[in-house]
C-alpha cells in the first residue's frame, strides 16, 4: 500500500510539473508577443537613435582670422569683433593652398558684408543668413563651391 500511494504521488507530481512547464512555455511566448506588439505600436513616439544622427562637419576647418569692425549704425559708435573659420571639402587636398591662396579676397568679403549690417542684421536670429551670405559670396569670388559653411567662434557687438 506505501508503494502504491507513493507511486501515485510519484505520477500526480510529474503531472504537475508538466503542467506548470506547459504553462510557463504559454506565459513566456504571451510575454514575448505582447512585448513586440507595444514595441512596434509605440515606435512613432520613441526619440530617434543617436545612430541616426549625423556629423557636424565633415571637411576642413580653416581660420579666416579675427576681424574688428564698425556696423553700419547713424551714429557709427558700434563696433563688432568676430572670428570666422571656413569649411572647406575634405575631398579635394589642394583646396587648402587654394583657399590661402585666396585670403585677401576672403578677408575683404568677410569684412565688407560684416560692415554693412545693422544692429538688427547682425542679431542671433539672423546670423545663419549671414553665414550663407558670407558663404556664397566667397564662392562666387572663388569660382567653385570649395567652402561648405562659415562658423563665428566668438562673436561680440557693442
Not at 1 to 16: C, F, G
Not at 45 to 58: G, N, S
Request: aromatic content about 8%; hydrophobic content about 45%.
Amino acid at each position: 500500500m506505501v508503494e502504491e500511494n507513493t507511486t501515485e504521488i510519484a505520477e500526480k507530481s510529474s503531472i504537475d510539473i508538466k503542467i506548470i512547464l506547459i504553462g510557463l512555455g504559454i506565459f513566456i511566448v504571451a510575454m514575448a508577443f505582447s512585448f513586440f506588439l507595444m514595441r512596434s505600436m509605440m515606435a512613432p513616439f520613441l526619440p530617434e537613435k543617436e545612430t541616426e544622427k549625423q556629423v557636424a562637419t565633415r571637411g576642413n576647418l580653416l581660420s579666416v582670422g579675427e576681424f574688428t569692425t564698425n556696423i553700419n549704425d547713424v551714429a557709427g559708435t558700434r563696433f563688432l569683433k568676430v572670428e570666422v573659420f571656413v569649411e572647406v571639402s575634405e575631398e579635394n587636398k589642394k583646396v587648402a593652398a587654394e583657399i590661402e591662396a585666396y585670403m585677401p579676397i576672403i578677408k575683404d568679403s568677410v569684412l565688407t558684408i560684416l560692415s554693412s549690417k545693422t544692429a538688427a542684421d547682425l542679431d542671433t536670429n539672423n546670423r545663419e543668413k549671414i553665414k550663407l551670405e558670407i558663404k556664397n559670396d566667397l564662392n562666387r569670388k572663388i569660382g567653385s563651391e570649395v567652402i561648405q559653411n562659415v562658423y563665428f567662434t566668438s562673436f561680440i557687438m557693442q
